[in-house]
């Protein structure tokens, strides 16, 4: 079955730069998207189609793909960009979720 | 704007089924399909499947094969959830989103139901 791997925690200082990887077999060759989840609320879709970005969205947000791996890259991050990360994709005929990324801004 | 209103929380014995409704207004109802997402206590998201509104095809995960019902009902904008013969593990917050193909991403999501399963 196809599987998504995240790191389970990322940590950043504010107005720094934070990246979050996902990478899966082939998954450039795959739309990937993204997902926001703070506790206790739904998960808010930040990434769409690898890099798109849904209105709403802050521009601090894009997303890019290389290879085996996609990439959720936040901008200038802010203490509300604190939560939790979930990256996404098809494969074999399912939707996969990566486990989740731990974003601590610090 | 674009709503899922889920219904309430329920606590259901171990065996038994639950339903979960998901009442969308905002968008174009048939136009879309509904995925079902749930997440354990201090899990991960996990998908259950999808339907589209448009015509009733379904899409499920392997594991939840034979349990899980999906419907939908075009006169109220409302979709269903039927997970039968509960189990323990089954307890999670189950979520309604919307996409418009199994494989695309999900644009709007539910506020989610607490499903408990408990003897």
């Known amino acids: 079955s196809y599987e998504l791997t995240q790191p389970p925690s990322v940590s950043v200082s504010p107005g720094q730069t934070a990246s979050i990887p996902c990478s899966g077999d082939?998954?450039?060759?795959?739309?990937a998207c993204w997902y926001q989840q703070k506790p206790g609320q739904s998960p808010v879709l930040v990434i769409y189609?690898?890099?798109k970005r849904p209105s709403g969205i802050p521009e601090r947000f894009s997303g890019s793909t290389s290879g085996n791996t996609a990439t959720l890259t936040i901008s200038g991050t802010q203490a509300l960009d604190e939560a939790d990360y979930y990256c996404?994709?098809?494969?074999?005929?399912?939707?996969?979720f990566g486990g989740g990324t731990k974003l601590t801004v610090l | 704007q674009v709503q899922l209103v889920q219904s309430g929380a329920e606590v259901k014995k171990p065996g038994a089924s639950v339903n979960v409704s998901c009442k969308a207004s905002?968008?174009?109802?048939?136009?879309?399909?509904i995925s079902w997402v749930r997440q354990a206590p201090g899990k991960g998201l996990e998908w259950m499947g999808w339907?589209?509104?448009?015509?009733?095809?379904?899409n499920h995960a392997q594991k939840l094969q034979g349990r899980v019902t999906m419907t939908t009902d075009t006169s109220t904008s409302t979709a269903y959830m039927e997970l039968r013969s509960l189990r323990s593990d089954d307890t999670a917050v189950y979520y309604c989103?919307?996409?418009?193909?199994?494989?695309?991403?999900?644009?709007?999501w539910g506020q989610g139901t607490l499903v408990t399963v408990s003897s």
């Open positions: 989103a919307s996409s418009g193909t199994p494989a695309a991403h999900f644009d709007y």
């Open positions: 905002g968008f174009t109802f048939t136009s879309y399909g």
């Open positions: 339907i589209s509104v448009y015509n009733g095809n379904t």
């Open positions: 082939k998954l450039g060759t795959r739309y």
């Open positions: 189609q690898d890099n």
């Open positions: 996404q994709a098809w494969g074999s005929s399912t939707v996969v």
